[in-house]
């Protein structure tokens, strides 16, 4: 079959073999996967990520040397189970954590050189990790639970409420996630800042209150002007060195800052920002089994249109040049992968 | 009367305007007056602090080109009634969070232009501020209420409970109120770090299970060592730039890390070991009033055995020269100033 791969630094497409499913597996056909920003990130700056997860305790499995397989935003549907497997009948639209349950222990998905993943024509996905896409959702926007997981599980974190005040710094598509649940949440006002008007709609397609252009009025700023008075929660879904110190010395007294962002590089702040302010920074990653189920249920039941945020779609080949597109996304939101063109 | 100020850069002993009390105000003669590592941190950046925190929202009027009082750990006996005041009688032994209530809001008697504070003979408390020394307490015992409701606090934010581990960094007297209240609190193992042997035995005395030489062992590897299971809260108490990414860099994942050391510099931290572990900082600084109410009673009552951390005592006019000594305070845990000498 034939997949799109990280190979020497760069996304090739290319023939691999077939995954054969074995006890406890399903093999699936993948009908959409999601390109997340973190694939970016990764194909530039995996290596030091590798090594920075793997100082961090993380375990670090990944060959730099061998195809890389990635993809980790997917709906697939089901053509054949493994030996002595329970799991949905052939035909059945599915999705999954990306994950797989292994004798050694659960296995990454999103970035492995042992397991085709979502940028594939087909995968292998663990039977007790399928959740059946409910009877009429369109895959495409199946494929979008994963990132809309990523925003759920953020604000959790966050400790965020009903009637708190919530400034969202980026509308990508984690920052368009996270303004998505905050609104889900009752959280009243949202106020979202991007540089790109395209993404500044999007954000005000998916619940926020008021969107801001850094350029012309800080972020802060508009809160102040907006609100200035209830709790404030400040969600910093950018990822780029000088957002956090920037947090630091934007947060009013008490503020608590989330950090969904994926900074590779240092940034360099006053932590007596933090103290003078009594500040928190909570840090936040994924998801877990049962935010990932809410989220599908969420998008099926309509709570969440998840479609405004689709704004591009290419088939496997178009895959490597939809990652140098990304490389500017400002005019995007979410770019969809599907094996089979549309 | 005589009180030690800050004058142009350096702590001097000098005639100051006697105190008289106004409405509302109580004329007290201080009895003993704890010396805080902020004060040392002020004299050498205090401009600096009072910019930051004027950035911070905190509103900031000092001046540097007039006498700043300084002396905020303090117990004192009451002298005399500002006029239609309730108060307790003259000779009342008390203690006070270090603020003044005026018609145009709470003032700071921490670093104060306007008001002698505890590095004075005599000043003036606001009367429903004041809480009476319950009988018998030494009076320089009840001069650490304060720092230890710093410690207090710092637990109480941190969110850490009974059964936890804790990971102290510093040993100071902020560092070893913070293993004092972690004891109380039945957090076990406290483990806590400091280059200094003095204050190592200090902090067992508080009430540390182990304390650590960061020069013959890191003190995380000390946590996996001792205990390296249970849920860990690490407390920053060190404050100089690079404890704060040291600690980032050495959680385990979902740790969380309460800083309570005051770090006037930056610090180059990397937001993804944050990321990748999903932890959580929380920045603390002073107390509430039912905290530093708390303090005082766990003192009085023997919960707290404060004695061991007072390693020394000067006069009015040895203050000066005890900034000078705590410069290097390897050897020391608190120094009392009492106006009497002893």
Not at 236 to 245: D, Q, R
């Amino acid at each position: 079959m034939r997949a799109a791969v990280l190979r020497h630094g760069a996304m090739v497409v290319d023939e691999v073999p077939d995954p054969v499913p074995g006890m406890g597996q399903v093999l699936v056909r993948t009908l959409a996967c999601g390109i997340c920003g973190s694939d970016l990130h990764f194909v530039k700056h995996g290596r030091r990520m590798s090594e920075l997860a793997a100082h961090s305790g993380v375990p670090d499995r990944l060959d730099f040397e061998r195809d890389i397989f990635m993809g980790h935003e997917f709906s697939a549907e089901v053509l054949e189970c493994g030996p002595e497997t329970l799991a949905p009948p052939p035909g059945t639209v599915v999705t999954s954590i990306p994950g797989m349950l292994t004798l050694e222990g659960p296995k990454d998905l999103a970035y492995t050189n042992e397991f085709a993943a979502g940028y594939s024509e087909r995968m292998l996905l663990s039977a007790p990790l399928l959740l059946k896409v409910p009877n009429g959702l369109d895959p495409r926007h199946a494929a979008l639970t994963e990132p809309m997981a990523v925003g759920l599980h953020a604000v959790n974190k966050s400790g965020i409420r009903a009637g708190e005040a919530a400034l969202v710094y980026g509308c990508g598509p984690v920052g368009l996630a996270v303004v998505a649940s905050l609104r889900t949440k009752g959280v009243e006002p949202i106020i979202a800042t991007d540089f790109s008007a395209t993404r500044r709609r999007l954000a005000t397609t998916m619940g926020a209150h008021d969107v801001i252009d850094p350029r012309r009025e800080p972020g802060i700023e508009a809160w102040r002007r907006i609100d200035g008075v209830r709790p404030l929660g400040i969600f910093e879904a950018v990822g780029v060195p000088g957002m956090l110190e920037s947090a630091l010395e934007d947060a009013p007294p008490g503020a608590r800052i989330l950090v969904v962002g994926v900074c590779m590089e240092t940034d360099n702040v006053y932590p007596i920002f933090g103290i003078l302010k009594e500040l928190s920074v909570q840090f936040a990653l994924g998801y877990d089994p049962m935010e990932f189920a809410a989220s599908l249920q969420a998008i099926a039941e309509g709570e969440l249109d998840v479609a405004p945020l689709i704004t591009g779609s290419v088939d496997l080949d178009g895959l490597p040049d939809a990652f140098e597109l990304l490389a500017n996304p400002d005019s995007h939101g979410k770019i969809l992968m599907e094996p089979s063109g549309r």
